[in-house]
C-alpha cells in the first residue's frame, strides 16, 4: 500500500439551485471568502493558479491548480493538482429535488516531506484533518449560498 495515497469523496447537499451552487465553486479565487481553510486562492492565468491550505494541523499545504474540464452543462469542474499534493480533484453538481447534490472527489499523492516521513503513524489523522476541513466547506458554501 502507498501511505502517502489518499482518496477523498465528499457529498454535500444544498437547498440552492445547481446554476448558483455551480457558480461559486467555479471561482476559485472566492473560496477564502467561504471557507475558512482555504487560506489563499489566486489566479495566474486563464485555467490555473494556486491556493494555500490549512485546516486543524499546524502545516500549509501550497498546491498549483491547472483546470481540466470546466462543464457547466454536465455540472462539472475538473483539475489537475500539482505541488505538495500531486493529483486531481472534482466538482460534480447536479440537482436533486428542489436544491443541489454536489460530490467532491479529490485523489492525490502527498508530495509535502514532513507527511510523506510521517505518512504511516499519522494517516488517520490526516483523514480526519480533511473530514474537519471539508465540513467547514459545506457549513460555508450553504451559509454563502443563503447569503446571496
Given at each position: 500500500?502507498n501511505?502517502?495515497?489518499y482518496?477523498?469523496?465528499s457529498?454535500?447537499?444544498?437547498?440552492?439551485p445547481p446554476e448558483a451552487?455551480y457558480?461559486e465553486?467555479e471561482?476559485?479565487e472566492?473560496?477564502?471568502r467561504?471557507w475558512p481553510?482555504?487560506?489563499?486562492?489566486?489566479?495566474?492565468?486563464?485555467?490555473?493558479?494556486?491556493?494555500?491550505?490549512?485546516?486543524?494541523?499546524?502545516?500549509?499545504?501550497?498546491?498549483?491548480?491547472?483546470?481540466?474540464?470546466?462543464?457547466?452543462?454536465?455540472?462539472?469542474?475538473e483539475?489537475?493538482?500539482g505541488?505538495?499534493l500531486?493529483?486531481?480533484?472534482?466538482?460534480?453538481?447536479?440537482?436533486?429535488?428542489s436544491?443541489?447534490?454536489?460530490v467532491?472527489?479529490?485523489e492525490?499523492e502527498?508530495r509535502?516531506?514532513?507527511?510523506?516521513?510521517l505518512?504511516?503513524?499519522?494517516?488517520?489523522?490526516?483523514r480526519a484533518?480533511?473530514?474537519?476541513?471539508?465540513?467547514a466547506?459545506?457549513?460555508?458554501?450553504?451559509a454563502?449560498l443563503?447569503a446571496v
Amino acid at each position: 500500500m502507498n501511505w502517502n495515497h489518499y482518496r477523498f469523496v465528499s457529498v454535500w447537499e444544498f437547498r440552492a439551485p445547481p446554476e448558483a451552487v455551480y457558480a461559486e465553486l467555479e471561482r476559485v479565487e472566492h473560496y477564502p471568502r467561504w471557507w475558512p481553510q482555504v487560506r489563499e486562492a489566486t489566479r495566474s492565468g486563464s485555467g490555473s493558479g494556486t491556493t494555500r491550505i490549512r485546516s486543524v494541523l499546524p502545516y500549509d499545504l501550497v498546491t498549483t491548480v491547472r483546470e481540466q474540464r470546466r462543464d457547466p452543462a454536465h455540472g462539472v469542474l475538473e483539475a489537475a493538482l500539482g505541488g505538495d499534493l500531486e493529483g486531481w480533484v472534482r466538482w460534480t453538481v447536479a440537482p436533486r429535488g428542489s436544491g443541489t447534490r454536489v460530490v467532491y472527489e479529490q485523489e492525490v499523492e502527498v508530495r509535502r516531506t514532513l507527511m510523506r516521513v510521517l505518512a504511516l503513524p499519522c494517516r488517520p489523522v490526516f483523514r480526519a484533518n480533511h473530514a474537519l476541513m471539508m465540513r467547514a466547506g459545506r457549513r460555508g458554501l450553504a451559509a454563502r449560498l443563503e447569503a446571496v
